[in-house]
DNA sequence: CGCACATTTGGCCAATTGGCGAAATGTGCA
DNA sequence: TGCACATTTCGCCAATTGGCCAAATGTGCG
């Protein structure tokens, strides 16, 4: 009669993740990066400076949520950006930031 | 000569800040019905199904990366989206959940 | 004032995160 | 085979997160 309550963001859950595996300022570097073309992993670990044990781990949570694929080549394991979609991300991010500064309100939906 | 590594991602910390607010299932919830316009706390904690305090620290970070503003009027304290662009996402994260089922890529940029 | 109500804040705690270096795994080549 | 290289996985650890309840704060009303 009065539960239901935890399901009601079950919905949620999927999106949030994706979500999540963006919010972080390596994996964003790397998501640009990855928008210019396929990388791989040292050639990320390199623009991101870190190592590249880290820089596998964040791929790796990328990949969980479908956001990029990869495919081994050689010795080498490639990456590519699998949803250009969030590139528009960035647009909004980047107004935000101005708003933040300038103190004015952002654009519509 | 090697170093200025840890400031390559500097430029990415306040946008991975605006998406961490956002990926979690309760504030992606809170967004969608403010999208609907403004609501005081208790609303939302009715709609997301949490405790009061709980919703209250979740519009809290909403609030600090400056996606929502409140405003208090008597008792209550009515929470209104700031940024509407963030209603973008919405689109592409149900694409790319879709893409996962499907099993087939999104769209472009 | 004093109570009811709405909201925020503090304390606590279990779980997750992100970094590192070391070790394990995989590939190509001499 | 054996070495060099690329990548991933493991173990460790400090920091953050998200939930709850209780306490503090703020507002309106009688």
Known sequence: MHE???AVLA???TP???LKALAHPARLRIVEE?????RCVCELAE???LGMSTVSRHLGQLRAVG???DEKRGAQVFYRL???CVLNFFECLVALERA????EVPHAA
């Open 16 to 18: 949030a993740r994706v």
């Open 4 to 6: 239901v309550k935890a």
């Open 47 to 49: 623009c991101v400076g």
């Open 100 to 103: 933040r500064r300038g103190e």
């Open 67 to 69: 956001l990029v694929e």
């Open 82 to 84: 699998r949803a250009r």
């Open 34 to 38: 990855l928008a210019r073309g396929e």
């Open 11 to 13: 919905r949620y859950k």
